[in-house]
């Protein structure tokens, strides 16, 4: 039997849309992939090695990737299915899958399948859409508003293992009274839930007479988006070709090709040897293709954050005094100029500066203080050994900080955190590892984690540090618990006076600031190198996001490339 938690399989609980524990399968190819390689290696032997294993080039023929103007991408990481309903770009920008709403490049909502904004009733509990007319799914069928009622009952369905089903708890029900129409009732007001319409939406009869979690659809999936699926091959590409009878319009480029390489110098040497036409990398590999001819590299402004969790059950990290000296002794900007090499700014919450509901009074000082930190320690009777590390009660202040390995920033910012602890007298121990290993020792060894979204502060902050999802999986690793902070996030959630809203979030804010269940460190631009060749790039503030969706290849179907 699988164990579920509130009502979700355990190993579901690591929702990639806000931490990133991307899977790799135990296949040799996959591993010679993404296995970092020395720095002295250069991009022929990369290209050889790749070679001697077997694999071939994104770049070559292979179910569409070698036709000319096609797209080569590199991302880290890989979707776990392609079905919306289990969480394949929930939050749109699927390319293969369209929602009733979509979010241009200010990331404001506009019609997709719903042929204008769907409406919401004077109470706010009734919202309906209308459907574009002519709109077909990739294998030839038309939508229908059934299809819509079918997508947003399967998430809520109990039997279907989507971790959606927490973001759709204000959904009393789903109709549709028309072919062409289609009603949501809601429990009760809520704020953000248009921006819920973006789900991708699948087409009911792919399912019939099939267990949703187990349907060959997961992996050949057919959605209405611009571009089709032609092949997946785990942990190497997704090959998708332009969908000719999308009803946006063809795409202008034949089809994207994109490639999975976990590993972040893998993929800056493969960029390099001119396998892909972009890339996500990380911000010093980035900076390396400054100035380079045939480049440019894209540097995104992001909702993202990088942060410090530190549970609540582990007896160092778990004391106060631990976590606010930790908080005061970070050096912030020297984070965002040495690690991210200015691409980023100092982070002090999970509500980004951009947002309307940032509260401006819990930003800190962006340098160390350890004198404030050291006097915190003191007071709280955590005194220095022989060996200039704190202990109190026969405890030293000591704790290990995971980070995935294949993970070069994060590893670079556990290091700075170890450092600036040093300072003030805690023994930090950075430990890289498997997401594998990761997951089990996260109620109680701390752990560089990421998150964060452009979109409404419910979205992410219900679950990271909600008490009611405290210690399952990855919405709530830590187990912090606060009754403030629980009131709060619920009455921004269940209001929508926009003054209700912001009084809310502040509160939970401050809370937060005062209890210190993560240390925030920054947030990202995000990074990308694109070749010269390629037109239309588009970015826009983007969330904490992975895989094929909501990154600088959102809008990847205006793309073109010149040979």
């Known amino acids: 039997m699988i164990r579920t938690i509130a009502g979700v399989p355990a190993q579901l609980m690591r929702r990639r849309t806000f931490e990133e524990p991307p899977p790799v399968a135990a296949r040799s190819l996959e591993y010679v992939m993404v296995k970092p390689l020395p720095a002295r290696v250069t991009a022929a032997a990369v290209a050889a090695l790749l070679a001697v294993a077997g694999c071939s080039s994104p770049t070559a023929s292979s179910g569409g990737a070698g036709d000319a103007g096609t797209l080569v991408v590199a991302t880290a990481g890989e979707p776990d299915t392609l079905n919306p309903v289990l969480n394949y770009g929930v939050d749109g920008a699927s390319l293969i899958f369209d929602g009733l709403v979509a979010r241009d490049a200010g990331n404001r909502l506009v019609p997709a399948l719903a042929r204008d904004l769907p409406t919401v009733s004077a109470d706010g509990r009734t919202v309906t859409a209308r459907l574009r007319e002519g709109v077909l799914f990739h294998d030839g069928t038309p939508l229908t508003a059934q299809d819509v009622v079918f997508t947003y009952r399967a998430v809520l369905d109990p039997k279907v293992d989507s971790t959606l089903r927490s973001d759709l708890d204000m959904l009393a029900s789903v109709t549709a009274p028309d072919p062409a129409t289609v009603v949501f009732t809601l429990k009760h007001p809520y704020a953000p839930f248009l921006q819920r319409l973006a789900l991708g939406i699948v087409p009911a009869k792919a399912f019939a007479g099939q267990d949703v979690n187990k349907a060959e659809f997961n992996r050949r999936p057919v959605g209405t988006g611009p571009y089709r699926v032609t092949a997946w091959t785990p942990g190497d590409r997704l090959v998708l070709a332009a969908y000719d009878r999308h009803w946006g319009g063809r795409p202008k480029n034949p089809g994207v090709v994109v490639a999975f390489v976990a590993d972040d110098n893998v993929r800056a040497q493969r960029m390099r040897a001119g396998e892909f036409d972009a890339a996500e990398l990380a911000p010093k590999l980035a900076t390396g293709f400054d100035g380079q001819g045939g480049y440019r590299v894209q540097r995104v402004p992001t909702a993202d954050y990088r942060g410090v969790m530190l549970p609540m059950g582990n007896p160092v990290t778990g004391d106060l005094a631990i976590r606010r000296a930790l908080n005061t002794a970070v050096d912030r900007q020297a984070m965002v100029t040495g690690v ?158 926009p003054a209700v809203r912001r009084a809310a979030y502040a509160t939970f804010q401050k809370q937060l600031a005062a209890d210190v269940p993560w240390v925030f460190l920054t947030y990202l631009q995000h990074t990308y190198v694109v070749k010269d060749t390629v037109a239309g790039v588009t970015p826009r503030v983007e969330p904490h996001e992975h895989d094929v969706a909501n990154s600088l290849w959102w809008n990847v179907h205006t793309w073109t490339k010149q040979p």
Request: glycine letters at 12%.
């Open 340 to 497: 991210l090499g200015g691409a980023g700014e100092p982070a002090f919450g999970p509500v980004p500066p951009s947002s309307e509901f940032a509260e401006p009074s819990i930003v800190g000082r962006p340098t160390a203080d350890p004198a404030a930190a050291t006097a915190t320690l003191d007071a709280a009777g955590w005194r220095p050994g022989p060996d200039g590390i704190r202990a109190r009660g026969g405890r030293q202040a000591a704790f290990t900080l995971m980070y995935p390995a294949t993970d070069s920033l994060r590893k670079e910012l556990a290091l700075a955190v170890t450092a600036d602890a040093k300072k003030i007298g805690i023994r930090v121990t950075p430990e890289g590892l498997t997401w594998d290993a990761i997951t089990p020792r996260m109620k109680t060894d701390a752990l560089v984690m990421g998150y964060g979204t452009p979109y409404d502060p419910d979205f992410v902050s219900y679950k990271l540090f909600g008490s009611a999802l405290a210690g399952q999986g990855f919405f709530n690793p830590g187990s912090y618990r606060s009754a403030v902070a629980d009131r709060a996030l619920q009455q921004g959630r269940d209001s929508a006076d």
